[in-house]
């Protein structure tokens, strides 16, 4: 009788593990895609769908970290929102913004600017959650490789702003673009590259993408090259730039508005 119940009790911690190990390996099982682990570090524009459209994520929430003296305007913020709300599919879109401390290691390679995210970053996007996450951060520098350079988006849901480089082109001249502006471009233009903008995760409608990078022949929209490093100033007054019907008929025909 003893033995008996050791053995049973035995087959049913053993069961137990069997279960415990089966559930836990679901990443590994590929008859099952929607319960894999999601990729946080996968190339800007692969998961452009999952922003776009609703069918797997209906929310998404954008953390966005600042460090100490480069704060975003809450015109900039707004102005974020706004286009994602313009152009994604999405019931709740959150930003959530929180201060870390300035660093001062500047100028930030890409490899520098990762390791901050796996310091700072709070939120991951998780298998079968309804919730894509994504994180910006605006470093206190400029970037290594072009001193220009206003935000690089370098994982699939991971963008980077450069706030000295945001700070000098506000106010290099008289006529210079204001805080707010400068930001709300290249958030915008950021996050366009992770929605899979220009051709690059996002398939074109029509022949708009630029030789050899993930932008936009129109000199005067969004994703045009000279946004990238801010002369797209130079080209246009006042406002901040928009997509232009290219770009959002590329969106709209993966799943967004
Ligand atoms: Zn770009
Ligand atoms: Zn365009």
């Given at each position: 009788?003893?033995?008996?119940?050791?053995?049973?009790l035995?087959?049913?911690?053993?069961?137990?593990?069997?279960?415990?190990?089966?559930?836990?390996?679901?990443?590994?099982?590929?008859?099952?895609?929607?319960?894999?682990?999601?990729?946080?570090?996968?190339?800007?524009?692969?998961?452009?769908?999952?922003?776009?459209?609703?069918?797997?994520?209906?929310?998404?929430?954008?953390e966005?970290?600042?460090?100490?003296?480069?704060?975003?305007?809450?015109?900039?913020?707004?102005s974020?929102?706004?286009?994602?709300?313009?152009?994604?599919?999405k019931?709740?879109?959150?930003?959530?913004?929180s201060?870390?401390?300035?660093?001062?290691?500047?100028?930030?390679?890409?490899?520098?600017?990762?390791?901050?995210?796996?310091?700072?970053?709070?939120?991951?996007?998780?298998?079968?959650?309804?919730?894509?996450?994504?994180?910006?951060?605006?470093?206190?520098?400029?970037?290594?490789?072009?001193?220009?350079?206003?935000?690089?988006?370098?994982?699939?849901?991971?963008?980077?702003?450069?706030?000295?480089?945001i700070?000098?082109?506000?106010?290099?001249?008289?006529?210079?673009?204001?805080?707010?502006?400068?930001?709300?471009?290249?958030l915008?233009?950021?996050?366009?590259?992770?929605?899979?903008?220009?051709?690059?995760?996002?398939?074109?409608?029509?022949?708009?993408?630029?030789?050899?990078?993930?932008?936009?022949?129109?000199?005067?929209?969004?994703?045009?090259?000279?946004?990238?490093t801010?002369?797209?100033?130079?080209?246009?007054?006042?406002?901040?730039?928009?997509?232009?019907?290219?770009?959002?008929?590329?969106?709209?025909?993966?799943?967004?508005?």
């Amino acid at each position: 009788m003893k033995l008996f119940r050791r053995l049973s009790l035995f087959i049913l911690c053993f069961s137990l593990a069997v279960f415990i190990n089966s559930c836990s390996d679901s990443s590994t099982d590929p008859g099952d895609p929607a319960r894999e682990e999601f990729n946080s570090k996968a190339a800007p524009g692969e998961s452009a769908e999952y922003f776009l459209q609703s069918d797997s994520y209906g929310n998404i929430e954008i953390e966005m970290d600042y460090m100490e003296g480069h704060k975003p305007t809450t015109e900039a913020v707004n102005s974020l929102e706004s286009f994602l709300s313009d152009r994604l599919n999405k019931n709740n879109i959150t930003i959530n913004t929180s201060e870390i401390p300035a660093r001062g290691d500047g100028p930030y390679s890409t490899d520098m600017i990762t390791t901050i995210e796996e310091d700072e970053r709070d939120n991951y996007t998780e298998a079968g959650s309804n919730t894509l996450h994504a994180y910006i951060v605006i470093v206190d520098g400029e970037y290594t490789q072009n001193s220009n350079v206003l935000g690089i988006a370098y994982w699939n849901t991971s963008m980077a702003l450069f706030g000295e480089a945001i700070d000098n082109i506000s106010s290099s001249g008289p006529i210079s673009p204001n805080e707010q502006q400068v930001e709300s471009t290249a958030l915008r233009h950021e996050v366009g590259h992770n929605m899979g903008l220009v051709g690059n995760g996002t398939p074109t409608q029509s022949d708009h993408k630029t030789e050899g990078s993930a932008h936009c022949t129109n000199d005067e929209c969004l994703m045009a090259p000279s946004v990238r490093t801010g002369d797209i100033f130079q080209n246009i007054s006042g406002d901040v730039p928009s997509l232009d019907e290219a770009c959002i008929q590329d969106l709209q025909a993966n799943g967004g508005k």
